[in-house]
């Protein structure tokens, strides 16, 4: 069973940035292409950003040219550089392939305040 530990969240201001990790204990990593997911309260859990298994790179709408995804394939790692948070952006925050998926993490909670 894949087991997948996400950190980096935190409490930030409006503006500000963080950088999110997500390392994978075993499996195929390298093989899978991946995401960062987001759920907010009382809202279904999106895909914000996903990195195919070649490096291409696709981004939600609204964290386009705010938020960048990679990967090391060597730690079994994906990253989510995020910046100029908004307050809209507070949510948990998850990774995982983008299908076929494996048992969620507990997440890690990012709160912008304005």
């Known amino acids: 069973q894949v087991q997948l530990v996400e950190s980096g969240g935190g409490l930030v201001q409006a503006g500000g940035s963080l950088r999110l990790s997500c390392a994978a204990s075993?499996?195929?990593?390298?093989?899978?292409?991946m995401g960062w997911y987001r759920q907010a309260p009382g809202k279904q859990r999106d895909l914000v950003a996903r990195?195919?298994?070649?490096?291409?790179?696709n981004y939600a709408d609204f964290v386009k040219g705010r938020f960048t995804i990679s990967r090391d394939n060597a730690k079994k790692t994906v990253y989510l550089q995020m910046n100029s948070l908004k307050p809209e952006d507070t949510a948990v925050y998850y990774c995982?392939?983008?299908?076929?998926?494996?048992?969620w993490g507990q997440g890690t909670q990012v709160t912008v305040s304005s």
């Open positions: 075993r499996g195929t990593f390298s093989f899978n292409a």
């Open positions: 995982n392939k983008i299908s076929n998926m494996w048992a």
């Open positions: 990195i195919s298994i070649d490096g291409s790179t």
